[in-house]
């Protein structure tokens, strides 16, 4: 439970400042990958009993590899700026169903864009339409982790 409220902390910040800035510092996404790899390790040492064995690990690793190597092309072609595919991919090594997660950070994505299309229109300097995925993010985490959902 710390983990998931330290996560959706760092996930809050890192929305405001998309939203206020419209980008994602690099220092949040640094927070969340020491948060969660001390987390995993005070686990470890204190407890003596590992939140997650070596494979779970190693899939969460494994996840957020594919979804990097997925999104990179988004960020290439302007789709996605940097920030959001690295909050997102840190973000993958949290959760306990990545498929889940994307899936409801995407519909959630989704709506936003629409609604903003229809109300705002947002466009960048480039004229390319804007959605500051932090928020879909932390939407998304909140939906597939938080205890109460379940």
């Known amino acids: 439970m710390i983990m998931t409220v330290g996560t959706v902390a760092v996930l809050i910040s890192a929305a405001i400042t998309d939203v206020r800035r419209g980008r994602i510092p690099n220092i949040l996404v640094i927070i969340l990958i020491l948060f969660q790899t001390v987390f995993l390790l005070i686990s470890q040492a204190v407890l003596n009993k590992p939140l997650l064995s070596g494979s779970e690990i190693l899939h969460r690793i494994l996840a957020a590899a594919v979804v990097f190597m997925f999104l990179y092309p988004f960020f290439k072609i302007g789709g996605l ?13 949290s959760v306990t169903s990545p498929i889940y ?21 947002p466009v960048n300097d480039r004229g390319q339409r804007i959605v500051h995925m932090a928020l879909p993010i932390l939407a998304g985490y909140c ?8």
């Open 81 to 93: 700026g940097a920030g959001d595919v690295k909050l997102l991919t840190v973000t993958v090594l």
């Open 101 to 121: 997660f994307l899936m409801a950070v995407f519909a959630i994505g989704a709506f936003v864009s629409v609604i903003k299309i229809i109300f705002k229109k």
């Open 143 to 150: 939906v597939v982790s938080l205890p109460l959902w379940h």
